[in-house]
């Protein structure tokens, strides 16, 4: 058995992680063995590597917040879970294994037959872009919506929720080589970002008000998506790509009331209540298994080839997840 563990945090996150060997321990009461099938690395894998996320595990620590598994085996006393099921692992967890043990209690069946891959990426694109669409401000079908980083991960998934409720999307991008994969999940508008951003949106929407603007880049680009937004607009930041705090203007937070405000999928899962948190996954589960709800996967990597993995990752100009597939 290997995992992916790290022992400090650094700059260059591919120097501080390493596959190294592990023992597990003997079952206790209520626990589960779990073979893990998929694992991705998110941005915030990356960060948390670097030591620049805003909740860090100590240390050492294995790498993974997210994935899917097969149960190995259950403690006698376990009900209700079985050798051969495929489970949602617990967010955290330290994904990046070839097994784990987990409470079972925290392990979520899942459908046989979808790709494990796809639901490896579940705990926390999908909710992401679903919550920003439905908990920042009322939409109605027809509305319009514009976000940055469309080609990121939680960008895709919008543009599908999104079409599913009727919303119409303005995409931003920073390159012209991932225009033609935001259009082909479906998207009614994609601009490269730029000065003239406003503009360029009031012409392709043809002056419709945008009311909610989505920023994962922050700097200047928070701005730029400001000036895209209707007058008492919100504009709501879950990222930083950029590497700059968000830039905005006394022009538009005073004269053009926007509202600026932030959001993090943790804090969100610490204030809902379990009933919502599994109405939420359950919404996304049955779309993943029926296909319409996926994302691309670029590349994947055994648990050795954990250092290249994290390497690609980091990555800029990538065109999908990268995925851990520690067995293989």
């Not at 063995?33 to 998110?42: F, G, M, Q, R």
């Not at 670097?50 to 993974?64: D, H, I, K, M």
């Not at 007058?231 to 990222?239: A, C």
Request: proline residues 6%; contains cysteine; aromatic residues 4%.
């Amino acid at each position: 058995m290997k995992h992916a563990r790290y022992t400090q945090r650094g700059p260059v996150p591919q120097d501080v992680i390493e596959a190294v060997e592990f023992d597990l321990p003997a079952l206790a009461p209520g626990q589960a063995l779990v073979e893990v099938l998929a694992a991705p690395i998110n941005p915030s894998d990356v960060l948390t590597l670097t030591g620049e996320y805003g909740s860090l595990p100590p240390l050492p620590a294995v790498g993974g917040n997210e994935g899917v598994g097969r149960v190995a085996a259950v403690a006698d006393d376990v009900a209700g879970l079985s050798p051969g099921q495929t489970v949602l692992l617990p967010v955290g967890c330290g994904t990046w294994a070839t097994h784990l043990v987990a409470e079972a209690r925290a392990l979520v069946p899942l459908p046989e037959g979808a790709d494990p891959q796809q639901l490896a990426m579940l705990t926390v694109n999908p909710p992401t872009a679903r919550l920003l669409l439905s908990d920042i401000v009322d939409l109605e079908p027809g509305d319009w919506v514009i976000q940055n980083a469309a080609n990121s991960a939680v960008g895709g998934y919008l543009v599908q929720l999104a079409r599913a409720r009727g919303l119409r999307t303005v995409n931003v991008v920073r390159r012209e080589g991932a225009v033609a994969d935001v259009e082909a999940l479906g998207a009614n508008v994609v601009l490269v970002d730029g000065d003239d951003l406003a503009a360029r949106v009031t012409e392709a929407t043809g002056g419709a008000k945008v009311t909610l603007g989505i920023d994962a880049v922050g700097g200047m680009a928070t701005e730029r998506m400001a000036q895209a937004l209707a007058p008492g607009g919100t504009l709501v930041n879950y990222g930083a790509m950029g590497g700059e705090p968000c830039a905005i203007s006394p022009g538009s937070l005073i004269f053009r009331g926007i509202t600026l405000r932030g959001f993090w999928l943790a804090h969100w899962f610490k204030v809902t209540d379990a009933a919502t948190r599994n109405a939420l996954f359950a919404e996304l589960v049955g779309l993943i298994a029926k296909g319409q709800l996926k994302a691309r996967v670029q590349e994947t990597y055994g648990i050795d080839r954990i250092k290249d993995a994290v390497k690609a990752a980091a990555a800029g100009e990538r065109s999908g997840k990268v995925m851990i597939l520690p067995n293989g």
